[in-house]
């Protein structure tokens, strides 16, 4: 069978796990439990405060970084950008960290004080990392990464500065927040992330047309006339407030926008008219499915979901550039 | 009163204080074929690129059918200039199909939905371009040459009457050279398309243009009909090398020493 066949059979297939995930945990649910008329069995609070929300996060998070990372392929021209891999990711965090070092409960409307301190440091980061690859016009892989790998020490660096003055209990919250986790009870998270997927879903299916020559080369862009300069910005910011989202309600979780394009792009091919739903929509069911796996792995231990999406990309990366030749 | 295709006036431009391009004018009917030759760094695809918009920093103006460049919004000045870059190392991962679709971008309807006329005018162009047969093949399994054709058909997909051209003729063998001017001079004579192209080889230019404009150090040293160049000496102050011409029955330039 060809690729082509099998793909929404196993989409298919990884839906309907993904829809019956809530009942697979160290604590098994029946149906039962959840329609039960008593809201305070534990079956019920698990399924209903705890692993559904935790679905709907999975999902939205997922459909975020998979739409962040297509949009980041077509700007850089190149498969190995993410925001993960050119250090975004960690300017965003290190913007969090800051803001929780640093005591601030604030909160505005929709968004808290975390997000929008991370939203910060991503356009820092983006800015920083693109201007640096710009200096020379042309966007090689090796100075792609080496711009990435240089923001992430960057940005890592001083995250370890600010764990160094931090106390023993605030580290150690600070670590398992940076290995990336979906683990929070409640739909508070889930409200935001579900905003910001509506504006990744919006922003990929409104740009299909302009991804498409974007990743054919600015000049050609342009004197096809579409507006470079506004529409990257447009892209820039939106990223940004992608990142930003995930990372203060997540932490930072790897290589899901690094996979999921590239998969998607095996069986669809690169034109985004067709990409972009597509990546949207694995995006829906990767994630949850990792999460799965974390927490069903080591029950009823649970890994961190940025520790098995890390594992499956590591290989997954440097597979993707042992293939590049350019 | 027609405006000329393309207006330059007093055109410089400096890149980091630099100076690129200084004071170059030059005007061209509409249908007309302009070849710009010159030296290395002697600005000439500055030059196209400020024509196409896609350099913006000058001084002086331009205008395309009579109105300055800077009127018109993106995708208008897509619709009347095309641009061909140099396709050389450029491996798209798109069919020669989608790709020649995307230039229909200028033209695409709200929501960006393809229609039938987008359909023809691509299907037109490959025709013209001959690459029907390899129209659902990979840019990046092309050859150069095939390259080269694949990003005319674009632009003429892009249904403008203007299309610069930037060296579309290097690094190809002299088949494909040859298959690339025909189609070039295609689209000039019978479909009536303004062309401006940039390149190093003065033959090709003496037999496709109409107006040939030489640039050395950013100043625009010759404008004139291609037989202005014959003339003993012109072509050894350009180039700073001396040249010998075959008149007949059409003229062919050599230089005179082989190049060390």
């Known amino acids: 069978m060809k690729p082509r066949t099998i793909a929404p059979i196993l989409l298919i297939g990884l839906l309907l796990l993904t829809l019956l995930s809530p009942f697979i945990g160290s604590i098994p649910i029946r149906s039962t439990d959840i329609l039960s008329s008593d809201p305070t069995t534990p079956a019920h609070t698990i399924f209903w405060q705890i692993r559904l929300p935790r679905l709907f996060l999975g999902m939205c998070t997922g459909i975020i970084l998979a739409v962040s990372g297509m949009i980041f392929q077509a700007m850089f021209r190149n498969p190995l950008a993410t925001p993960y891999t050119l250090g975004v990711s960690s300017g965003a965090s290190f913007g969090a960290v800051l803001f929780m070092r640093a005591g601030f409960e604030l909160s505005s409307g929709v968004f808290s004080g975390v997000t929008l301190a991370a939203f910060l440091g991503a356009l820092t980061s983006i800015g920083l990392v693109y201007s640096v690859v710009r200096l020379r016009g042309v966007f090689s892989t090796s100075r792609l990464l080496l711009a990435g790998v240089a923001a992430s020490f960057l940005f890592s660096s001083l995250i370890m500065f600010i764990h160094y003055t931090a106390n023993v209990q605030d580290t150690f919250r600070l670590m398992r927040w940076l290995m990336g986790s979906l683990a929070m009870p409640g739909y508070t998270l889930v409200w935001q992330l579900m905003v910001v997927a509506v504006v990744a879903v919006t922003v990929a299916t409104l740009s299909m047309r302009e991804l498409d020559l974007l990743s054919t080369g600015d000049d050609i862009a342009e004197s096809r006339g579409v507006n470079v300069e506004r529409i990257r910005h447009i892209l820039f910011f939106a990223t940004s407030l992608m990142v930003g989202a995930v990372v203060a309600a997540c932490g930072p979780i790897g290589f899901v926008g690094l996979m999921v394009p590239h998969i998607c792009r095996l069986l669809v091919g690169p034109g985004h008219v067709r990409l972009a739903p597509s990546v949207i929509l694995t995006g829906a069911v990767f994630l949850p499915v990792c999460d799965l796996l974390a927490r069903t792995l080591a029950a009823p231990a649970e890994i961190p979901v940025g520790v098995i999406t890390a594992l499956l990309g590591g290989p997954f990366f440097l597979w993707l550039l042992v293939q590049d030749r350019s | ?260």
Request: charged share 20%; aromatic share 6%.
């Open chain 2, 1 to 260: 009163m027609n405006s000329p295709a393309v207006l330059v006036q007093n055109l410089s431009v400096s890149i980091d204080s630099k100076p690129i391009l200084t004071d170059v004018s030059v005007s061209l009917e509409s249908g007309r074929f302009l070849t710009i030759i010159g030296p290395n760094g002697a600005g000439k695809s500055t030059l196209l690129r400020c024509i196409g918009r896609l350099h913006k920093l000058f001084s002086g103006s331009i205008s395309i059918a009579g109105r300055p460049i800077a009127d018109y919004s993106r995708r208008d000045l897509a619709k009347c200039v095309s641009y061909v870059p140099q396709s050389g190392d450029r491996g798209l991962p798109y069919t020669v199909r989608e790709f020649v679709m995307m230039s229909r971008y200028p033209h695409l309807g709200s929501f960006f939905t393809v229609s039938r006329t987008d359909r023809d005018a691509v299907a037109r162009a490959l025709g013209e371009a001959e690459l029907e047969s390899f129209a659902e093949r990979r840019i990046d399994t092309l050859s150069g040459g095939e390259r080269q054709k694949v990003f005319i058909a674009a632009a003429l997909a892009q249904g403008a009457p203007i299309v610069l051209l930037d060296e579309p003729t290097t690094f190809l063998d002299y088949r494909q050279a040859a298959g690339i001017l025909d189609l070039i001079r295609r689209m000039n004579r019978s479909s009536g398309i303004t062309v401006i192209s940039v390149t190093h080889d003065i033959n090709q230019a003496l037999d496709c243009s109409d107006w040939i404009l030489a640039l050395k150090d950013g100043h625009a040293v010759f404008s004139g009909p291609p037989a202005g160049l014959l003339p003993a000496g012109t072509l050894d102050r350009i180039f700073d090398l001396p040249f010998e011409v075959l008149p007949t029955p059409s003229p062919r330039i050599f230089p005179k020493r082989p190049i060390p």
